[in-house]
């Protein structure tokens, strides 16, 4: 059924639940690949050094913390996880994935730390679902 699941996760709450319910799912339905996602956004091209050396390591500290974190809460699963950060546009990113690996179903919150921009015309959660290529199981 879901032999193959992916879970995109940013810290939040919501990305903090969506970690949670794919552990669960993972061990309910004995997928055999788990792929936890940290995507961000790269530094806009207006900064320079020596402050972009700096961004850049900020916001690679903080991917590694939020993954580290997801995998907390993922647990202990008989399933391969395979952690990955990737530096992008984050719903690009994660519909990448999913068509690299053949994912079978994506786990990530309805809400996260985006723009308010995408709060209020439609968020990461909502672009990934509008262009999927499997499930979309968007949590709370």
Same mark, same amino acid.
Do not use: W
């Given at each position: 059924?879901?032999?193959?699941? +992916?879970?995109? %996760?940013?810290?939040?709450?919501?990305?903090?639940?969506?970690?949670? /319910?794919? #552990?669960?799912? *993972?061990? &309910?339905?004995?997928?055999?690949?788990?792929?936890?996602?940290?995507?961000?956004?790269?530094?806009?091209?207006?900064?320079?050094?020596?402050?972009?050396?700096?961004?850049?390591?900020?916001?690679?500290?903080?991917?590694?913390?939020?993954?580290?974190?997801? +995998?907390?809460? %993922?647990?202990?699963?008989?399933?391969?996880?395979?952690?990955?950060? /990737?530096? #992008?546009?984050? *719903?690009? &990113?994660?519909?990448?994935?999913?068509?690299?690996?053949?994912?079978?179903?994506?786990?990530?919150?309805?809400?996260?730390?985006?723009?308010?921009?995408?709060?209020?015309?439609?968020?990461?959660?909502?672009?990934?679902?509008?262009?999927?290529?499997?499930?979309?199981?968007? %949590?709370?």
């Amino acid at each position: 059924m879901f032999d193959v699941i +992916l879970v995109a %996760v940013d810290g939040s709450q919501h990305g903090q639940h969506a970690a949670q /319910i794919a #552990g669960d799912l *993972a061990r &309910a339905v004995q997928a055999t690949e788990l792929y936890v996602v940290v995507a961000y956004e790269p530094v806009p091209g207006y900064v320079k050094e020596p402050n972009l050396s700096e961004a850049i390591a900020t916001r690679r500290a903080e991917a590694q913390q939020i993954l580290q974190q997801a +995998l907390d809460i %993922v647990g202990h699963l008989p399933a391969k996880i395979d952690p990955q950060i /990737i530096e #992008g546009a984050i *719903a690009e &990113a994660i519909l990448n994935i999913a068509n690299e690996r053949k994912c079978d179903v994506i786990v990530m919150g309805s809400r996260g730390f985006g723009r308010l921009e995408d709060a209020l015309l439609g968020s990461n959660s909502q672009k990934v679902a509008n262009h999927a290529p499997c499930p979309v199981l968007i %949590v709370r």
